[in-house]
């Protein structure tokens, strides 16, 4: 898992190379400098798609970006009764697979959004997650679900 701020992404790959080729590589980072900070990029690329251009041989997928790490640490994925949802995206099946285990594994529902690009839209993702935090003003937990209906 690459969990480190935006800024020390370069240096930490370059401290990796080599040692991550063929390896799942879950980017959780998200390209910002500050909590109210715009995206550094995104609309024709995102972090996870520069991320995966600097790390060369390894299996990315973006994925725990978009939720807050107290929510991860308290080992408590409910929310009145609903399981959160971690949206995970990435090039390689077996790699989103094996990510989407490990997501039901940490109690949480994995939903793939599909291809590596959409980081783009998970990036913002997360920090509409921060500002509906701050919106409420309080101390309360912020997951994003789909709300999903089948169509009769």
């Not at 994925?77 to 390689?92: N, Q, W």
Request: hydrophobic share 45%; charged share 20%; aromatic share 4%.
């Amino acid at each position: 898992m690459l969990a480190v701020p935006w800024a020390g992404v370069p240096a930490t790959l370059d401290q990796l190379r080599g040692s991550i080729d063929g390896k799942i590589l879950i980017d959780c980072t998200n390209p910002m400098v500050g909590r109210h900070k715009p995206l550094l990029v995104g609309r024709t690329t995102s972090g996870a798609e520069e991320i995966a251009a600097a790390a060369g041989g390894s299996r990315i997928v973006k994925a725990f970006n978009a939720i807050a790490v107290r929510i991860l640490a308290s080992g408590d994925a409910t929310f009145d009764g609903h399981v959160a949802t971690i949206f995970h995206c990435g090039d390689d099946h077996e790699a989103k697979t094996t990510v989407a285990g490990l997501i039901t594994d940490c109690g949480f529902a994995p939903f793939d959004a599909g291809p590596l690009s959409v980081a783009r839209y998970l990036e913002p993702l997360a920090a509409l997650s921060l500002r509906i935090e701050d919106a409420l003003g309080r101390d309360d937990d912020v997951a994003l679900n789909p709300l999903v209906r089948k169509r009769v």
